[in-house]
């Protein structure tokens, strides 16, 4: 970790700095640090800690007579230390904004109000993955006859909700076959995930009895449907607060990062392993557009499976508020959505 190489007067120098150029947007000079932060130190004092701290990789100067840029390096610092010595008050605020907000929302398109709260809340790129029922399992199947020539297929998963689908078989279907084909779905598929159903459901029952074949022809078409994603997962809101952000005045950095957030396949399955609270900064990316930013994000769990709400913003982001402001929609996210 980048704060063993710090003595604790550069911890508490770097933090104080860090605060005050999330705030200014702009280098920041030793008289500037010392006016806005209550530092017990000279003016001498602080220049020769700043020069330390751009020694150990943790600020640079822009040219030599400017004052100093936190590096990536010490927004990890910052972010690691975030929820250390937290202003109580000040996350009590954040938090009833949040819930005054909340009580707008409405249960259509709840993801997508949610990706708009936490990216006007954070003033940044409000993010949702809503929460994927692939990786649920398949508890028991059973099959019943409804009428002639239809069916009820009865789906339980381990978690969440039975569901209930309706087969147009297009003929009568002896009770005897509709016996056989439920137990055979039940030994070839129970506790396997939806993804894996949907993947090798075919594969499984490539040996299917002849008098069998069209009944368990419909009745897989109906489970890859079941199991098959329903659209987009993934929610974006506040690309405005990005573009207002000095430092994505450059085009080509925009471009790059909204090309990204346009691509959500990729945006989508960097978020989904990600689980618990994860911050990402700078170079620690792998997507080359999201080499300037900072990216917070908080998991959460509805009827076993997995959403996450994050926020997407230049490194220079107020790490303490946007953990809390996350980590708080994400506990109060399963309620909402379930």
Do not use: W
């Amino acid at each position: 970790m980048p704060g063993e190489l710090l003595t604790p007067r550069e911890e508490t120098v770097l933090a104080a700095l860090v605060r005050v150029h999330v705030e200014v947007g702009s280098p920041v000079a030793s008289a500037g640090l010392l006016e806005r932060e209550s530092l017990e130190a000279s003016p001498a004092t602080i220049r020769k800690i700043l020069v330390s701290l751009e020694e150990k990789g943790f600020l640079r100067q822009p040219h030599t007579s400017a004052g100093r840029l936190p590096t990536n390096r010490a927004y990890r610092f910052y972010a690691s230390h975030a929820l250390d010595g937290q202003d109580l008050t000040h996350i009590g605020v954040l938090r009833r904004q949040l819930e005054a907000r909340l009580q707008q929302v409405t249960a259509d398109e709840i993801h997508g109000q949610l990706a708009g709260i936490i990216g006007d809340l954070s003033m940044q790129l409000g993010l949702v993955l809503a929460p994927g029922f692939e990786q649920v399992r398949l508890q028991q199947l059973q099959l019943m006859r409804l009428a002639e020539g239809r069916l009820l297929l009865v789906v339980s998963l381990e978690t969440g909700p039975v569901q209930s689908l309706v087969i147009e078989v297009g003929s009568s279907v002896d009770p005897g076959e509709v016996v056989g084909v439920s137990t055979r779905l039940n030994e070839r598929l129970a506790g396997l995930t939806l993804a894996q159903v949907r993947e090798t459901v075919r594969e499984r029952f490539g040996d299917m009895a002849r008098g069998q074949q069209d009944l368990l022809r419909q009745v897989i078409e109906q489970l890859e449907s079941m199991a098959s994603p329903a659209g987009p997962a993934l929610h974006v809101a506040g690309a405005r607060h990005i573009c207002e952000q000095p430092e994505f005045r450059d085009a080509l950095d925009v471009a790059e990062l909204m090309d990204l957030v346009e691509h959500r396949d990729e945006l989508a399955g960097l978020l989904s392993d990600r689980e618990g609270v994860v911050v990402t900064i700078g170079e620690e990316h792998d997507p080359q557009g999201l080499r300037l930013c900072g990216l917070v994000t908080a998991s959460y769990e509805v009827n076993g499976a997995i959403g996450v709400i994050g926020v997407m913003g230049p490194a220079r982001m107020p790490y303490d508020r946007v953990m809390a402001l996350v980590n708080y929609t994400a506990s109060r996210a399963p309620e909402l959505v379930s």
